[in-house]
């Protein structure tokens, strides 16, 4: 049984709250499984067994699961088809095109690190198992994935995933088939590891002290051959309602209702203890509530401020002195830099 690859989804079974096994998650990691196993002649249903998912759950394009069913298919799926690397070749597998309208938006990015650093806002689309974080260490640039709280019997398949999935997409990204200067691990060398270089194009070091992909730092900024400034705005639109529905459908108002009060006086709100303060919780309640939810203070406040950011600068006369004050932004060198990070574009841009 091939199955056709979902689209995005609005419908969720009903999960718990805090728990980040219960995240909705889309349909599109669990038809890649099934369509790699179908390969070897392994039957939908038996990948699917225990998960609570009929066969014909995955041509609904509109339903949602959680995390917890989807570990369990990878389970499944890895003692089905006996291969250690499963988790490698999933994420080799899993092109742009599989992320929904967020692996769009990436395509249709400026450059790589805006590319990057919209994978990283939108973590619920993303779907990831682990936090994604980028940094620069001199002339290298390093895609981090930390902050794993899943299955331990599963680190090793979800990070390879992970990593080989991102490195799939940054290949699609930039249209050509590059290699990273070095691939962490944090575990032990698998029996695999010879793989690496088929997947990555480096072997991999193993036993570090993370799980990351250290490529040039002068690729970030590279423009993408696809990019395209119109379709980006419009998708990147598309990608912030669909987190908020995502995460209202998680079960919770909370996000929603951080999102109005930064809304409502960007300035105050962009301090956390005056958020705790409103909401009446502490700050590491608020932080853990809103990492179940697959996000965090600092990406709703970016989400906030863009949304704003956009409609003062299309709909207003004002300086962008005046809204970077606005924004909370305490110079506007901060807000340019801001605004430069989320979009690949300067504020004066918008008004040209």
């Known amino acids: 049984m091939h199955i056709a690859r979902p689209a995005s989804s609005d419908a969720v079974d009903p999960p718990g709250h805090d728990n980040p096994s219960s995240r909705p998650v889309s349909l599109h990691a669990i038809v890649t499984t099934v369509n790699v196993l179908a390969e070897q002649g392994i039957a939908a249903a038996e990948v699917l067994a225990g998960s609570g998912l009929p066969p014909e759950r995955l041509l609904e394009p509109a339903r949602l699961i959680n ?10 799926a890895r003692r089905l088809s006996q291969d250690d690397a499963l988790g490698l070749r999933l994420g080799h597998a899993m092109h742009t095109s599989n992320y929904g309208i ?4 990436m395509l249709v990015s400026p450059t790589l690190r805006v590319a990057l650093e919209t994978a ?23 895609l981090l994935a930390e902050h794993y709280r899943y299955r331990e019997d599963l680190l090793c398949f979800n990070a390879e995933m992970c990593l080989s999935s991102m490195w799939t997409i940054a290949r699609d990204c930039m249209g050509v088939r590059w290699s990273p200067k070095a691939v962490h691990m944090s575990f032990a060398p ?7 270089p088929a997947i990555f194009g480096q072997a991999g070091s193993f036993d570090m002290a993370e799980n990351a992909l250290l490529f040039p730092a002068k ?34 108002a909370l996000v929603a209702r951080v ?5 409502s006086d960007p ?33 709703l406040l970016d989400q906030a401020r863009h949304q704003q950011a956009l409609h003062l600068l299309q709909e207003s006369s004002l300086s ?33």
């Open 190 to 196: 698998p029996a695999h590891a010879g793989l690496y």
């Open 267 to 299: 300035v105050r709100f962009a301090r956390l203890d005056e958020l705790t303060a409103t909401l009446h919780m502490s700050e590491r309640t608020l932080r853990r509530k809103l990492s179940a939810l697959g996000t965090s203070f600092q990406a």
């Open 320 to 352: 962008i002195g005046m809204i970077a004050e606005r924004l909370g932004f305490a110079e506007s060198a901060s807000f340019r830099h801001a605004f430069a990070r989320w979009t690949g574009k300067r504020p004066s841009d918008l008004r040209r």
């Open 67 to 76: 995390h917890h069913q989807e570990l369990t298919v990878f389970d499944t």
């Open 102 to 105: 967020l692996g769009y938006t």
């Open 120 to 142: 990283i806002r939108f973590p619920l689309l993303l779907a990831s198992y682990f936090t994604l974080r980028l940094e620069e260490r001199g002339k290298d640039a390093c």
């Open 259 to 263: 999102l109005r009060l930064m809304q």
């Open 219 to 252: 690729w970030l900024d590279r423009p993408q051959p696809l990019a395209d400034a119109v379709s980006f705005h419009m998708a990147l639109e598309q990608c912030q309602r669909q987190q908020q529905q995502w995460a209202s459908s998680h079960g919770s």
